[in-house]
């Protein structure tokens, strides 16, 4: 097998990494891809002549790959079979249970299932946070400071004059001397904007406008007059204006008085940020020399909370959640019996935890495990009752009755499954598997997790490929495909073994690996 020079050149200059703009072979950009890949075009070509030959091989042998017109024909049945069934299905989830278990019977399931009542690691903490508001609590503030700011940024406390403003824009002198004319008669503004300006109430509305909002022609005027008064018309570089003042709300000035409680907000959150990194550094010089972790709350004015026992997912022994971030439990399950952790730092800020004692994993005790052996008693109640029902279902069914009265009798509904294949998925895989192990007009019982599946085969229709020639030839194509790349494979493995024997291990499993990697593509392809 050989590639001869033209199919090196064919496939050079049909790469699509060396096209040009124009779509067209590029010598430029064949170039700089040597370039880059650090090869000249000698190495190039003689490794793509030997890629081309190791895929004519593989063609060759995946084109060798033919599977029997009686094992297509075969596997065409077995896929296309299709069965159907009357079916029942019996829920344990759908049985009521009016019943109470007696202590005796909770106790003797509580004897059975002892081995798994084991209660997890718990442990008591002892955890020191220290937040931003913390440090912004310790911010020192007089009202001298706070008169400074509010001094040095008196404009942000003061909300200039705003009115409400509708304007009439006309291209013409005569177009407004017109509109003008018909407001002094008594027409309304929206009339009038409406007829001659051809704009519409909401078309002339400027909104709340402060005054260097305005143009400057407008500006003087239009906070000069009164509410309801009508200005122009006025020139401007967007032609004719004729403006309405709407309302008119007054320049407000927030008093330091009243300014005053957001200033010590602001002011102590912007100082907490400073004065929260220098109490790590003092908190965390105290637990390095050893202090307690009371002592080092009470000397930055922070306080220490206890928890009761807890697990490694911050549950309670009642599993509750003890309201604790999983940062903080993460770090006491760390932690020998009285160990401090350092300080850490998680989203709140930061915190150190200590853990007091620990509760090494125990059998729950019947009080603590009893909620779970009453579900687990009701849970087993409602299966034995689905069981009960599954089979009298079965017995039923055996006997001929009609689906009818056996829902009747059962309270279970009837199902009609029809045409389910073997690669059916939207059914009960235990179902499927004994609807094609059964006989038409056998009854089966059968369970699907929590389902107990009550049924009888009624029809089985046989899948004939003489009468879809098509569907069976595409199938004959499918195992073909998978032959060929079987066959591949096993080239590709005794290739492999006789590499073991003539070429070093680093070698050999570089070659190994693209070998693997170029069947696989191919197969997949196929």
């Known amino acids: 097998i050989i590639a001869t020079d033209d199919d090196v050149y064919a496939a050079i200059v049909t790469n699509p990494a060396f096209a040009g703009y124009d779509g067209a072979f590029s010598r430029q950009q064949f170039n700089e891809y040597l370039s880059k890949t650090g090869q000249n075009e000698k190495r190039y070509v003689a490794l793509l002549r030997d890629s081309l030959r190791a895929e004519r091989v593989m063609q060759a042998v995946r084109g060798a790959g033919v599977s029997p017109k009686s094992e297509a024909e075969t596997m065409y049945r077995l896929i296309n079979e299709k069965r159907s069934a009357d079916v029942f299905t019996v829920r344990e989830d759908d049985m009521e249970i009016s019943a109470k278990p007696s202590d005796k019977e909770l106790r003797a399931l509580y004897d059975r299932e002892s081995e798994n009542l084991i209660a997890p690691e718990y442990r008591r903490l002892s955890v020191m946070n220290l937040t931003r508001e913390d440090a912004a609590r310790k911010v020192e503030v007089t009202d001298a400071i706070l008169k400074d700011i509010y001094e040095m940024n008196r404009e942000n406390f003061i909300t200039p004059e705003t009115r409400a403003v509708s304007q009439m824009l006309l291209e013409t002198q005569a177009d407004a001397d017109k509109a003008m004319q018909a ?65 008119i709300t007054p320049r407000k000035e927030t008093s330091f008085k009243q300014a005053k409680a957001q200033l010590e907000k602001d002011y102590r959150t ?9 109490m790590t550094v003092r908190i965390e010089d105290a637990l390095g020399e050893g202090k307690s972790l009371e002592d080092v709350a ?5 306080r220490v909370q206890k928890y009761g026992f807890v697990d490694m997912g911050g549950a309670d022994e009642d599993e509750k959640s003890a309201g604790l971030d999983i940062d903080v439990v993460n770090a006491a399950f760390t932690l020998d019996e009285g160990q401090v952790s350092p300080l850490i730092d998680y989203a709140d800020g930061y915190f150190a935890v200590r853990t007091d004692e620990i509760k090494e994993p125990q059998t729950k005790s019947f009080e603590k495990a009893k909620a779970a052996m009453t579900q687990l008693w009701t849970r087993e109640a409602r299966a034995t009752k689905a069981k009960q029902i599954a089979a009298r279902t079965e017995e039923l069914m055996r006997r001929g009755v009609s689906l009818s009265k056996i829902a009747s009798q059962t309270g279970v509904k009837a199902q009609k499954i029809k045409d389910v294949t073997r690669q059916s998925a939207d059914i009960a895989p235990s179902l499927k598997a004994l609807m094609f192990l059964r006989n038409k007009g056998d009854v089966f019982n059968t369970r699907s997790a929590n389902d107990h599946i009550v049924g009888r085969l009624t029809g089985v229709t046989p899948a004939n490929p003489d009468k879809d020639v098509v569907g069976a030839f595409e199938m004959q194509q499918r195992m073909n495909a998978v032959a060929g790349a079987e066959n591949a494979r096993t080239l590709l493995n005794g290739y492999a073994a006789h590499l073991k024997t003539s070429v070093d291990a680093d070698m050999r499993a570089k070659i190994e690996e693209y070998l693997y990697e170029r069947a696989g593509r191919d197969a997949d392809e196929d």
């Open 183 to 247: 407001l002094k008669k008594g027409d309304s503004f929206d009339k009038v904007a409406e007829k001659i300006a051809k704009q519409t109430k909401e078309q002339t509305s400027l909104g709340q406008v402060v005054k260097d909002g305005l143009l400057t022609e407008i500006a003087d005027p239009v906070f000069e007059a009164k509410k309801g008064a009508v200005v122009g018309p006025v020139k401007t570089a967007f032609g004719w204006q004729i403006l309405r003042v709407d309302g």
């Open 270 to 278: 912007a100082r907490a940020y400073d004065l929260l990194d220098e």
């Open 298 to 302: 009470r000397d930055n004015g922070l």
